[in-house]
């Protein structure tokens, strides 16, 4: 599938395509099926207050092991409704037509899909933390620069019906419709900086927000992730493929663009 945020937003029809000649060269690991904190958590609502915009994201959290990680991608917004397809991280001529996993999440629903472009499939995904206030504290803002804008940052106090409550440092840019270039959580476990690069105010097409019909739907992310990595480890021993080499996954033929039923 080509790659579809890296400038602003190609139309749908390039979004669908895939190619059946060439081999992706992703390697698929176990809870790369798990959308990000920034899209499924309390975060996203900081997201979904404008009309639509497009961005190049980054997101740095503290890994299991302790050593920084860091999450890279696009993402498009319409109607608190997201889009995150992560890098790849493929060089070369073929980086555009790389598949892989991308996400799409529906805040109003509280609920989303991991979807898989080689596997031409996709799974649903609901979240269990459901947002039921946010008190914004203008009254200490302070004008800075972040991404390139300048900003009002404010901060943000995020509850949930489970009884927690997320802080979060918001960087909102002026020329952007204070949109948030930039949002730091106030720590703990789950401590994240989200930066929002290139973004673009235009309202992405509906039609992106929903799985493609002729996608395979799976009952789970996990049985969808299952099968990508069994069908990665036979070809992999099929082709005799040396560790290191990358771990390509064969496409399985072209998406025929169908308009998607809306849910």
């Not at 599938?1 to 176990?30: D, G």
């Not at 099926?33 to 609502?45: D, Q």
């Not at 004008?143 to 489970?162: F, I, K, L, T, W």
Request: charge should be neutral; hydrophobic fraction near 40%.
């Amino acid at each position: 599938m080509k790659r579809i945020f890296s400038v602003a937003i190609l139309p749908l029809l390039v979004f669908l395509l895939a190619s059946c000649a060439y081999r992706p060269r992703v390697i698929y690991h176990a809870g790369d099926e798990t959308p990000p904190e920034f899209l499924a958590g309390p975060l996203s609502v900081l997201l979904t207050n404008l009309d639509g915009f497009s961005a190049s994201a980054s997101a740095s959290a503290p890994a299991r092991n302790g050593k920084p990680e860091l999450l890279t991608g696009d993402l498009l917004e319409r109607e608190g409704r997201l889009i995150f397809q992560p890098a790849t991280g493929v060089k070369g001529r073929h980086k555009r037509s790389e598949g892989g996993l991308f996400f799409i999440w529906h805040k109003d629903r509280n609920a989303g899909f991991v979807l898989s472009d080689p596997l031409q499939a996709y799974a649903p995904v609901v979240s269990n933390i459901n947002v039921t206030n946010i008190v914004w504290n203008t009254s200490g803002a302070v004008e800075e620069q972040a991404n390139g804008h300048a900003c009002r940052r404010v901060e943000a106090v995020v509850q949930s019906d489970d009884g927690s409550t997320a802080r979060y440092a918001v960087w909102q840019a002026e020329d952007l419709k204070r949109c948030p270039v930039r949002i730091v959580s106030a720590g703990g476990a789950k401590a994240m900086t989200l930066n929002l690069l290139n973004v673009r105010l235009e309202l992405p097409a509906p039609e992106l927000f929903y799985p493609p019909e002729g996608f395979t739907k799976y009952e789970t992310p996990a049985t969808l992730m299952n099968e990508l990595i069994m069908r990665q480890s036979a070809f992999v021993k099929s082709q005799n493929i040396a560790p290191g080499e990358g771990e390509p996954v064969p496409a399985v033929g072209p998406a025929q663009y169908r308009q998607p039923t809306p849910q």
